[in-house]
């Protein structure tokens, strides 16, 4: 059983930065696609980014492009947020699944493992 720890969340003001960070543990593979995903209220959970297990290759939700970054180091997943906006506040929620090759267009179904969430918040 894979573990995912998030921390990072918080509030910001528009136009600001916020980095979040997942710590995979457990389970019985060295390595695993990880990724991010964030659900607002009432919304449906939305795909945010995803970062194949080399590190080499990743997919951007179309909403996050050109803002967030996405990089690992290990089973470490970062999520860098810049020039975030209202629409942005969600909680955010890390995943895992297998080494599996990351789609090079479109969204990223995910994996089986959930991280318990880490909420954004940016308000002026």
């Known amino acids: 059983q894979v573990q995912l720890v998030e921390t990072g969340g918080g509030s910001v003001q528009p136009g600001g930065s916020l980095k979040l960070s997942c710590a995979a543990s457990?389970?019985?593979?060295?390595?695993?696609?990880m990724g991010w995903f964030r659900q607002a209220p009432g919304q449906e959970r939305e795909f945010v980014a995803v970062?194949?297990?080399?590190?080499?290759s990743t997919l951007y939700g179309d909403s996050v492009k050109g803002r967030f970054t996405i990089s690992r180091v290990k089973n470490t997943v970062y999520l860098q947020m810049d020039n975030l906006s209202s629409s942005d506040t969600a909680v955010y929620f890390c995943?895992?699944?297998?080494?599996?090759?990351?789609?090079?267009?479109?969204?990223?179904?995910?994996?089986?493992?959930w991280g318990q969430g880490t909420q954004v918040t940016v308000r002026k």
């Open positions: 970062i194949s297990w080399s590190g080499v």
């Open positions: 457990g389970g019985s593979d060295s390595y695993y696609t």
């Open positions: 995943n895992a699944g297998p080494a599996d090759p990351i789609p090079h267009r479109g969204d990223w179904r995910g994996g089986d493992y």
